[in-house]
């Protein structure tokens, strides 16, 4: 089933209606749809390079609007099933430090989603079932889903095609690498 999404998704970037198409999975991708938007992303670049940032700017708005529905998900979900059923196996205390430590990193959680392989649904969801400032959750989404999308437009616009293994294959290893080192750095800072 994933790969016959995955081939419609590929298929799709070609349709006039693209735009919207990847509005719609950036949208639904933050939330519950299992394949990102840079599979769709990535084909509509290269075929129109002048459109790149417009690509990116549908992108990064249509999944910060479907982050919100993921934080509603958690918001919601949690207070009508999760909690009850916590509480009557006894777990209500355990739950309440986990939101507390979630939402004490909870900018470097919706950051790292935002940006690296991480499924951003689940930061979503968890954003949301634990509370999390909305202003914040906005706000860190923006800059987390924008600089991934704008880079990965600003790469394709440059290199086109011959860069686009490297963003299939390590671009998300790369994010990877730069928030591990940038916390290493907050870290060292912190304690130095």
Do not use: C
């Not at 939101?99 to 004490?104: A, L, P, S």
């Amino acid at each position: 089933m994933i790969r016959r999404l995955y081939e419609w998704m590929l298929r799709m970037a070609e349709h006039p209606q693209a735009l919207w198409v990847l509005a719609f999975v950036a949208f639904i991708e933050s939330s519950v749809f299992p394949i990102p938007p840079d599979v769709l992303m990535i084909p509509m670049i290269l075929a129109r390079p002048s459109r790149a940032w417009l690509i990116a700017g549908v992108a990064l708005a249509a999944s910060v609007l479907g982050g919100l529905l993921g934080y509603a998900i958690g918001a919601l979900a949690y207070e009508q099933i999760g909690q009850p059923v916590l509480a009557a196996l006894g777990k209500g205390d355990a739950i309440a430090e986990f939101n507390t430590r979630f939402n004490d990193l909870g900018f470097w959680a919706v950051l790292v989603a935002g940006v690296t392989p991480f499924p951003y649904k689940v930061i979503t969801i968890m954003s949301g079932w634990t509370g999390m400032s909305l202003g914040t959750f906005i706000l860190t989404s923006i800059l987390a889903r924008g600089l991934r999308f704008f880079l990965v437009a600003a790469l394709l616009w440059k290199f086109g095609a011959p860069i686009k293994e490297f963003i299939e294959r390590r671009l998300g290893l790369m994010f990877t690498l730069f928030v591990v080192l940038l916390a290493g750095g907050v870290y060292l800072l912190k304690f130095l």
